[in-house]
């Protein structure tokens, strides 16, 4: 079966530091990937997709970029945070376009 | 701009009745419909979809509507159960990888 993995749980970074989030998915092949983010009182927000190696679309401006540097391998950087990046982080896989998204477990970051 | 949203932030129902949770979206060529359910610092997990050339798809306990005149998607949850006490986001997407979820509504089945 497929599972998905995301570290780390928790993380509390100082404003102006870099950011890396990394999500691993087994169990499946080119499989599609998301990373979403939930501020507080916020529904998820799309921030990037891939389709495959190499492959990012980016759905907002901001600080935040995205790599898939292998087939199941997802990454969320930044070179210098912000306190607005604060939130929840999720990556989500999916078999194919318009088909269910399965989530990990998040990331709550907190920007100090 | 947010395209689906769930108007209810929380709903109380006691355990053996109805939940009904609701949803309205603005954009008229959504095609596909999802319900998740989320624990606390846990991922949204799926629970249900639905495709907009249906009105209506069963899951169990779970029932998912969908009035396409109205743009309203509505989930059912018969019979409750405490284990059912969660947040309930709906999300929606035109035929691509762009799924627009809502802000969630906190379900609390009081047993």
């Known amino acids: 079966s497929q599972t998905i993995h995301q570290w780390p749980a928790t993380l509390v970074q100082p404003v102006g530091s870099p950011l890396s989030l990394e999500c691993t998915v087994e169990g499946t092949s080119n499989p599609n990937l998301y990373w979403y983010r939930q501020a507080a009182g916020r529904g998820l927000q799309l921030l990037f997709y891939?389709?495959?190696?190499?492959?990012i679309s980016s759905e907002v401006p901001q600080n935040l970029s995205a790599s898939r540097p292998q087939d199941r391998q997802f990454i969320l950087s930044s070179k210098k945070l912000l306190l607005s990046d604060s939130g929840f982080y999720l990556c989500?896989?999916?078999?194919?376009?318009?088909?269910?998204?399965?989530f990990g477990d998040g990331t709550r970051l907190s920007i100090l | 701009d947010q395209q689906v949203k769930q108007n209810s932030p929380s709903l109380s129902v006691q355990e053996g009745r109805i939940s009904i949770l609701n949803c309205d979206y603005t954009n008229s060529m959504f095609d596909y419909f999802l319900w998740y359910k989320k624990y606390p610092a846990e991922g949204p997990t799926f629970l249900i979809s639905?495709?907009?050339?249906?009105d209506k798809n069963e899951d169990g306990r779970f029932t998912v509507f969908l009035n396409k005149s109205a743009k309203h998607l509505s989930l059912h949850i018969v019979p409750s159960q405490p284990g059912d006490s969660a947040v309930y986001f709906c999300a929606a997407s035109i035929a691509g990888n762009q799924f627009y979820f809502g802000t969630g509504t906190s379900l609390t089945v009081i047993p």
């Open positions: 639905i495709s907009s050339i249906k």
């Open positions: 989500a896989w999916s078999i194919r376009v318009n088909q269910p998204q399965h």
């Open positions: 891939s389709i495959g190696i190499g492959q």
